[in-house]
């Protein structure tokens, strides 16, 4: 019994000082971490929005972002959008310019099947959004100018969709 005891005792301490040393190590790095993240997105959003040198949070609509030129006129929205493809959610940052033409498209994180599904966030594939309008934002099988990419129809279908629909909710609040 006293051996039993023992084992816990030893078993908590190392529980207690692993748990602490995660809590330690998390508290320190969060902020760096959340830091890069942002760099990174307002990366992304320069390299969806070329036009833009700043970046304002949209006040009347979610996840959207303004992008203003060094004059201070509006050159276009930046949009953070989820898709669900296949095997994760897909996470996309993409740019429209002020009359709704597509001007860039990132995927910004992705767990799709590697080789396969993973295919969606190359520039093979994303380049095809460039210059084209929601009504062309389709796949070709379906009537539009996007062509999937091979054997990732599922998730090519969702990135093209999730662009597709966020474009047009935002048209509807606008025009």
Known sequence: MKDIAKLGMYLLIVCS?????????NH????RIASEMERRK?????????AASKFVKSKTHEKVFEGFNYAG???GYVFETLASGYSSDIEILFAIDNEYIVTGV?????SETPGLGSKVSGDEFLKQFKGKSREKIMLKKAGGDI???????ISSKAVTE???SRIYEFQKDTK
């Open 162 to 164: 999730a662009v597709r």
């Open 17 to 25: 000082v692993s748990g602490i040393s995660l809590a330690v190590t």
């Open 42 to 50: 307002n990366e992304a959003m320069s390299d969806v929005l070329p």
């Open 147 to 153: 062509d999937a990419v091979t054997s990732a129809t």
């Open 28 to 31: 320190f790095t969060a902020p």
């Open 106 to 110: 990132k995927v910004l994180s992705q």
């Open 73 to 75: 006129a509006r050159v």
